[in-house]
């Protein structure tokens, strides 16, 4: 499942953020790249420990928890802590797959389920750093308005486009789902957004509270805490 998280953050947020995350000393992207991913990874990194990173990852954070279509879509048990990135002059991230395996600040190891990707620069501002994501029906282009996040899978083979003009800014991260499963999770996912669809429509209906009665009965089956 891949899904369009849109104005998770408002362009207050978004102003006030970048001027934090542009005055920070960026570093080599490949200090977080894995044996393969080093090898076609061209852009810059904030280090995790700075305060900026530290400061909008946080309000990123804060953000998701309230976000109804985020919570839906994803059911997050373990969200790690929002990384940031920027491309310029013609750097590039070429085809990879995520890292299975990451740990969050205290050591604890969590299972990558779900990639995601929120943009900080407008698409007008830079050329070329589309993200480009395989996935089961083929390849699908992503360059989304800054304050919006897309959410897919780790699993997903997926490269960043040579920016050739202007600088890509975003943050990525990861996070472990309770349901494993992409394609159940893309299920109770359909199902919860029609049922709150019919339960607009028709909020006395008796069969709102059974849909929703199976809905939380396949998420108690299939959860994993």
């Known amino acids: 499942m891949l899904l369009s998280i849109p104005d998770l953050l408002t362009p207050v947020q978004v102003a006030e953020s970048r001027a934090l995350l542009e005055n920070e000393r960026w570093v080599d992207g490949r200090i977080t790249a894995g044996h393969q991913g080093a090898r076609v990874k061209d852009n810059e990194q904030l280090p995790p420990d700075s305060v ?3 400061k909008v990852g946080a309000l990123i954070l804060q953000a998701l928890g309230k976000n109804p279509l985020f919570m839906s879509a994803a059911l997050p048990l373990h969200v790690l802590p929002p990384l940031f990135n920027r491309y310029s002059g013609g750097q590039t991230f070429g085809t990879h797959v ?4 990451r740990s969050l600040p205290n050591g604890q190891r969590i299972r990558t389920d779900m990639s995601c990707t929120l943009f900080f620069a407008n698409p007008d501002e830079y050329d070329g ?3 480009i994501v395989e996935d089961t029906y083929g390849s699908k282009s992503v360059k ?8 897919y899978p780790a699993t997903s083979l997926h490269r960043v486009t040579p920016v050739t003009r202007g600088t890509r800014l975003c943050s990525f991260f990861w996070l472990q789902s309770m349901i494993r499963d992409d394609g159940k999770r893309a299920l109770l996912f359909d199902m919860d957004v029609a049922i709150q669809r019919f339960g607009t429509e028709n909020a006395t209906h008796p069969s709102v509270v059974t849909l929703t009665g199976v809905y939380h009965n396949l998420l108690r089956q299939w959860a994993e805490m």
Not at 98 to 101: A, V
Not at 144 to 151: E, R, T, V, Y
Request: charged residues 10%; glycine residues 16%; without cysteine.
């Open 129 to 131: 750093g589309e993200l």
């Open 98 to 101: 995520d890292g299975s395996i």
């Open 144 to 151: 989304l308005p800054a304050g919006h996040m897309i959410l």
């Open 52 to 54: 900026a990173a530290q």
